[in-house]
Nanobody
């Protein structure tokens, strides 16, 4: 079983920035596909940003392109989501996820092996 420590969520004004971190109880994330999902009240969970395991290509949802950046450090067990120019519609619980499948192409999987517990992001004035 993999455990996660998520941090960085909180309340921010529109136009502000937050950086989410997710540390997994694995030696390194180098060989995992990683992703950030979010779920707003009354809405379905949606993929925000993903990195495929074998080629490190990225995917971003249209709603966050140019504002969010997903990353992970080589040889490290921590992944990040830098969120800039935040909007009220970004308000949601954000979840990190990782998967052991080896794949390429920069897309998000439908399911991931392991999920973080979630961190609340609220964008409001």
């Amino acid at each position: 079983q993999v455990h996660f420590v998520e941090s960085g969520g909180g309340l921010v004004q529109p136009g502000g920035s937050l950086r989410l971190s997710c540390a997994a109880s694995v030696f390194t994330l180098d060989f995992y596909g990683i992703a950030w999902f979010r779920q707003a009240p009354g809405k379905e969970r949606e993929a925000v940003a993903c990195i495929s395991s074998s080629d490190d290509l990225t995917y971003y949802a249209d709603s966050v392109k140019g504002r969010f950046t997903i990353s992970k450090n080589r040889g490290n067990n921590t992944m990040y989501l830098q969120m800039n120019n935040l909007k009220p519609e970004d308000t949601a619980v954000y979840y990190c996820a990782i998967d052991r499948r080896w794949y390429s192409g920069g897309y998000c999987l439908l399911e991931y092996d392991y999920w973080g517990q979630g961190t609340q992001v609220t964008v409001s004035s």
